[in-house]
T-cell receptor
Framework: KQEVTQIPAALSVPEGENLVLNCSFT??????LQWFRQDPGKGLTSLLL?????REQTSGRLNASLDKSSGRSTLYIAASQPGDSATYLC???????????FGKGITLSVRP | NAGVTQTPKFQVLKTGQSMTLQCAQD?????MSWYRQDPGMGLRLIHY???????DQGEVPNGYNVSRSTTEDFPLRLLSAAPSQTSVYFC????????????FGPGTRLTVT
C-alpha cells in the first residue's frame, strides 16, 4: 500500500528565504506526482505535476524535482513571500484509473 | 471554463437527515472523485468514477452513495447523516489519458448536529 509522508508538518521562515519542502513515498512505481497548494478554507490548487519520466518541473519561483528510485520529491520555493503562506500537499498516482494518494501536507508560514 | 463546481458551500444537517452534494465539471474529464478532509486525517477518498455509468468505492465509502449518469455530474448522497460525517468535502476531476492533472472544486463544509 502506497504511503506518502511529508515532514515536518509545519514550517515557519522569514520572508526572502529559499526553502525546500519534502515529500517521500513508499512505492516507487508511480505514474506521476503532483504538488498542490491549499489556502485556509479553500480547495486545492495544482502547482506542478511531474511525470514519472521527468526529473523536474518549474513554474515561476517554484521548482519540483522527482527521484523515483529513492521515493522522494522536493518542492523548492525561491525568495519566499508572505503570500506563499499556505499548506502544501503532494500526491502520487500509479496509473490512469488509479487514485491519488496524498500526504498530510506541510503548513508553511512566511513571516514578513 | 468554470472548472469543477460544488454546491452548496456550507450545509448544516441534523442526524438522520439525507442530502446530496452536487459536483459538476466542464472539462470533459472522465475521472471524477469525492474526498473528505478532516484535521489530522488528511484527504481520504470516498468514491470515484472513471466514466459515465461506472463508479467504485474508495477508502471510506460507508454512509455515502454516488452515481454518474453524465460525464459532467457526480453527485454524492448522504443517506442518513451522522456526526462522524462532519467534514469538508471536495470533488475532483481529471483526464485518464495523457497528462492527467487533477483539479479540485472549492469544497462543501458540512456540519451534522
Amino acid at each position: 500500500k502506497q504511503e506518502v509522508t511529508q515532514i515536518p508538518a509545519a514550517l515557519s521562515v522569514p520572508e526572502g528565504e529559499n526553502l525546500v519542502l519534502n515529500c517521500s513515498f513508499t512505492d516507487s512505481a508511480i505514474y506521476n506526482l503532483q504538488w498542490f497548494r491549499q489556502d485556509p478554507g479553500k480547495g486545492l490548487t495544482s502547482l506542478l505535476l511531474i511525470q514519472s519520466s521527468q526529473r523536474e518541473q518549474t513554474s515561476g519561483r517554484l521548482n519540483a524535482s522527482l527521484d523515483k528510485s529513492s521515493g522522494r520529491s522536493t518542492l523548492y520555493i525561491a525568495a519566499s513571500q508572505p503570500g506563499d503562506s499556505a499548506t502544501y500537499l503532494c500526491a502520487v498516482t500509479h496509473g490512469a484509473n488509479s487514485k491519488l494518494t496524498f500526504g498530510k501536507g506541510i503548513t508553511l508560514s512566511v513571516r514578513p | 471554463n468554470a472548472g469543477v463546481t460544488q454546491t452548496p458551500k456550507f450545509q448544516v444537517l441534523k442526524t438522520g437527515q439525507s442530502m446530496t452534494l452536487q459536483c459538476a465539471q466542464d472539462m470533459n474529464h472522465e475521472y471524477m472523485s469525492w474526498y473528505r478532509q478532516d484535521p489530522g486525517m488528511g484527504l481520504r477518498l470516498i468514491h470515484y468514477s472513471v466514466g459515465a455509468g461506472i463508479t467504485d468505492q474508495g477508502e471510506v465509502p460507508n454512509g455515502y452513495n454516488v452515481s454518474r449518469s453524465t460525464t459532467e455530474d457526480f453527485p454524492l448522497r448522504l443517506l442518513s447523516a451522522a456526526p462522524s460525517q462532519t467534514s469538508v468535502y471536495f470533488c475532483a476531476s481529471r483526464r485518464i489519458s495523457g497528462v492527467y492533472e487533477q483539479y479540485f472544486g472549492p469544497g462543501t463544509r458540512l456540519t451534522v448536529t
